[in-house]
């Protein structure tokens, strides 16, 4: 990657999105949540990759897509590689802020949050 190439990549990170470009976004940053606690999980129980695929029935290829961001993973192999370890995944909705002309939103409650607890 060349400077300005990384240059411009950082620069559409911090861009205005529209409203197709912040659902793919916080659908990749809520699939990386899932994905880092399973990572943890399985390191910290000595699981390696082709044994989780084993477990929950798909391939070790899958695995290694999924978990490097290749492709995202869909809630029922999230719940399988939860449940092969042990873990359950508990969600909880926060106040997520938006541009919106009609409403205003008081300023303590402008930062974005995201909770995801594994347990």
């Known amino acids: ?37 399973i990572e943890k ?7 390696k990759r082709k044994e989780l695929a084993e477990m929950v029935g798909t391939s070790p290829s899958y695995i290694t897509q999924i978990m490097r961001g290749n492709k995202v993973p869909n809630l029922r192999i999230l719940t399988a590689l939860g449940l092969a370890l042990g873990k359950k995944f508990e969600v909880n909705a926060v106040v997520c802020v938006q541009e919106n002309k009609k409403a205003k939103i008081q300023p303590e409650t402008e930062a974005k949050q995201r909770e995801y607890t594994y347990h």
């Open 41 to 47: 999980e399985a390191d910290l129980q000595g699981i």
């Open 1 to 37: 990657m060349t400077t300005k190439n990384g240059i411009d990549q950082l620069k559409n990170v911090f861009k205005k999105k529209d409203f197709q470009e912040e659902v793919e976004f916080e659908t990749n940053m809520l699939a990386l949540s899932f994905l880092s606690e």
